[in-house]
């Protein structure tokens, strides 16, 4: 499975942002599909998730202005970022998940969200 990022930038606090992640290969062995974040000097986070079903999770820093979603014809998921703040400010990275035993997460390339004061 290969995960290709893309969407982040600079963006003043209270604006938006959204991140695409395009999956390609075996996508067939993804039961979920999540975003994850790493600010510098902070363990990375689970942001929020999706599974093939379309249910949804989220940190819970993030609910009610982080929206995921996906579009299974293009087998992409997407993170809509609104009224974003300083402290989203992190490396975004794509992650597809297996419940198969064995199978490891896959992981696209980070994108850096930064967001100003």
């Known amino acids: 499975v290969q995960l290709q990022a893309s969407g982040g930038g600079l963006v003043q606090a209270g604006g938006s942002l959204r991140l695409s992640c395009a999956a390609s290969?075996?996508?067939?062995?993804?039961?979920?599909m999540g975003w994850y974040r790493q600010a510098p000097g902070k363990q990375r986070e689970l942001v929020a998730s999706i599974t093939t079903t379309g249910r949804t999770a989220y940190v819970d820093s993030v609910k009610g202005r982080f929206t995921i979603s996906r579009d299974n014809a293009k087998n992409t998921v997407y993170l809509q970022m609104n009224t974003l703040k300083p402290e989203d400010t992190a490396v975004y990275f794509c992650?597809?998940?297996?419940?198969?035993?064995?199978?490891?997460?896959?992981w696209g390339q980070g994108t850096q969200v930064t967001v100003s004061n």
């Open positions: 290969g075996s996508i067939f062995i993804i039961d979920a």
């Open positions: 992650n597809a998940h297996s419940d198969v035993l064995g199978i490891p997460d896959y």
